[in-house]
Structures are given as C-alpha cells and as structure tokens.
Nanobody, 136 residues
Framework: QVQLVESGGGLVQPGGSLRLSCAASGLTLDLLTIAWFRQVPGKEREGVSCTTPHDRTTYYSDSVKGRFTISRDTAKKTVDLQMSSLKPEDTAVYYC?????????????????????????????WGQGTQVTVSS
C-alpha cells in the first residue's frame, strides 16, 4: 500500500513562492498518477494540478495556471508543486493524492482539461496535508 507525505508548506507573503513536495513509499513514483488538491475550511477540495506516469500529461486548474508547476524530482523521489506569484486566495491545506487500484486517477488527469476539474473521488490514497498561508 502506498503512503504519501507532503512537505514544504508554510507562511509566505503575497507574490512569494513555495515548493511543495509529495513523497511516496511502497510504490514506484514514476508509475503513479499524482494529483494536488487544496481545501479551505467549509469548502470542497479543489483539484489544482495532476500528472500522469512519466509526466506524459499534466493539468492545471484555471486558478493556478501560469503560476504553479508540477514536476517529478527523480533524485528526491518526489512530485513537487512549485507555486509562484502566490495570492491570499491560495491559502489552504494542500494534499497530494494518487490512485493505485484502478485507472480512474489517470483518466481523471488526462480528461481534466476537457472536463475542467479533477474529481477527488478518483483518488483513494491521500497524504496528511500541508498548510500554505499567503498573508502579509
């Protein structure tokens, strides 16, 4: 069973940058579709970005497109989310997630651009989350 651990969250001023990392144990990261979601208290989880195995397909929500970049670091064995030009509305708990049981996660990522979102229900393994706070 895969275990996901996020790191890299913190407090940053508007316009600043943060790099989140998602480490996976139990399975080879290159073979996994990894998605990043974020959640604010009282709201549903929002799919922010995802990448399919070997980064063949990547997706960004409209709210982060052009500011966030998802990538795999083979040396660190992580999937990272580089966040730049951060805004107060980016404040949330950020989670990474993967789908190891079916192809639903990969399908969700490949079709996300056309659908306009990533469904959290397509991912069954989640990290514990890391808090990102954008504030002056």
């Amino acid at each position: 069973q895969v275990q996901l651990v996020e790191s890299g969250g913190g407090l940053v001023q508007p316009g600043g940058s943060l790099r989140l990392s998602c480490a996976a144990s139990g399975l080879t990261l290159d073979l996994l579709t990894i998605a990043w979601f974020r959640q604010v208290p009282g709201k549903e989880r929002e799919g922010v970005s995802c990448t399919t195995p070997h980064d063949r397909t990547t997706y960004y929500s409209d709210s982060v497109k052009g500011r966030f970049t998802i990538s795999r670091d083979t040396a660190k064995k992580t999937v990272d989310l580089q966040m730049s030009s951060l805004k107060p509305e980016d404040t949330a708990v950020y989670y990474c997630a993967t789908d190891t049981r079916t192809a639903a996660g990969a399908v969700a990522c490949v079709t996300a651009e056309a659908v306009g979102t990533i469904d959290s229900g397509d991912f069954e393994s989640w990290g514990q989350g890391t808090q990102v706070t954008v504030s002056s």
